[in-house]
């Protein structure tokens, strides 16, 4: 049902897409959160989770074991779960009441193989078995940033290690003028991952306006040729950076401890 809800950390705001049947937009603050078409998952709405869903799509075949940090309604989970079936998802989300209103609204248990851990980000993570994830979707958000202790070097230690060697991270982050916070993450993700690659608008990409980035990273490569291509061939022509302009886009910022 279309409304108010009052969750652990606030209120959220359901509602519903009046140009698609069941599609929803949970809502924090006036700042959409997450979408999610509950009669066809891999319907992605925002141009930021698509860039995600080309990172996935571009993954070695077959059911994926996933660790997601942040599960507002669970879009990425979802889509996961209907184009490579089997997957298992671990979903780690410190907000219980949100948790429910999403079991009861937005029919989370269809989803299959999913597990939610109701904990801190940190902290859930620590109890991921090492080497137990071919894909870790850091996707959590305090208002509208990134908090900080999920952007730490120790942190991103910790991702790595419950990473199997060939696993890939991604990372949605928000940020505006002059990229300070981007800038430092990344300083932070490469430090950790041999492999990264940036994805965003371009008006985005150029700090023009506040938006949402990805962070694509591995120890053992990422298809880039492809990613370039797929995101540039997106409605917004996305830009994908790497290597050398990865390196001038961190112009030397420092790591996150």
């Given at each position: 049902?279309?409304?108010?809800?009052?969750?652990?950390?606030?209120?959220?705001?359901?509602?519903?897409?009046?140009?698609?049947?069941?599609?929803?937009?949970?809502?924090?603050?006036?700042?959409?959160?997450?979408?999610?078409?509950?009669?066809?998952?891999?319907?992605?709405?925002?141009?930021?989770?698509?860039?995600?869903?080309?990172?996935?799509?571009?993954?070695?075949?077959?059911?994926?074991?996933?660790?997601?940090?942040?599960?507002?309604?669970?879009?990425?989970?979802?889509?996961?779960?209907?184009?490579?079936?089997?997957?298992?998802?671990?979903?780690?989300?410190p907000?219980?009441?949100?948790?429910?209103?999403?079991?009861?609204?937005?029919?989370?248990?269809?989803?299959?193989?999913?597990?939610?851990?109701?904990d801190?980000?940190?902290?859930?993570?620590?109890?991921?078995?090492?080497?137990?994830?071919?894909?870790v979707?850091?996707?959590?958000?305090?208002?509208?940033?990134?908090?900080?202790?999920?952007?730490?070097a120790?942190?991103?230690?910790?991702?790595?290690?419950?990473?199997?060697?060939?696993?890939?991270?991604?990372?949605?982050?928000?940020?505006g003028?002059?990229?300070?916070?981007?800038?430092?993450?990344?300083?932070?993700?490469?430090?950790?991952?041999?492999?990264?690659?940036?994805?965003?608008?371009?008006?985005?990409?150029?700090?023009?306006?506040?938006?949402?980035?990805?962070?694509?990273?591995?120890?053992?490569?990422?298809?880039?040729?492809?990613?370039?291509?797929?995101?540039?061939?997106?409605?917004?022509?996305?830009?994908?950076?790497?290597?050398?302009?990865?390196?001038?886009?961190?112009?030397?910022?420092?790591?996150?401890n």
């Amino acid at each position: 049902m279309p409304g108010l809800y009052p969750v652990t950390f606030g209120e959220i705001e359901l509602l519903r897409d009046l140009d698609r049947q069941d599609g929803w937009v949970l809502s924090k603050d006036g700042v959409p959160q997450s979408y999610v078409d509950l009669q066809d998952p891999t319907f992605l709405e925002f141009e930021y989770v698509r860039l995600m869903a080309d990172v996935i799509d571009l993954l070695a075949e077959g059911p994926l074991s996933c660790l997601h940090v942040g599960g507002g309604a669970c879009t990425i989970p979802r889509y996961v779960a209907a184009t490579r079936p089997g997957s298992r998802h671990i979903v780690i989300e410190p907000d219980g009441l949100l948790v429910n209103l999403v079991r009861e609204q937005l029919n989370l248990r269809s989803v299959p193989k999913l597990k939610v851990i109701v904990d801190g980000g940190r902290e859930g993570t620590a109890k991921i078995w090492d080497a137990s994830a071919d894909l870790v979707v850091l996707d959590a958000f305090s208002g509208a940033t990134m908090p900080v202790e999920l952007a730490t070097a120790e942190y991103m230690g910790d991702i790595a290690r419950v990473l199997r060697p060939s696993g890939t991270l991604l990372i949605n982050l928000a940020d505006g003028k002059g990229l300070a916070f981007a800038r430092r993450l990344l300083a932070t993700v490469t430090a950790a991952f041999g492999h990264v690659a940036l994805m965003a608008e371009p008006g985005i990409m150029r700090g023009r306006r506040f938006g949402n980035l990805i962070v694509a990273a591995s120890r053992t490569g990422l298809p880039l040729d492809l990613l370039s291509r797929r995101a540039a061939g997106g409605l917004t022509q996305a830009r994908c950076v790497h290597g050398e302009a990865l390196t001038n886009f961190v112009a030397g910022a420092a790591p996150i401890n």
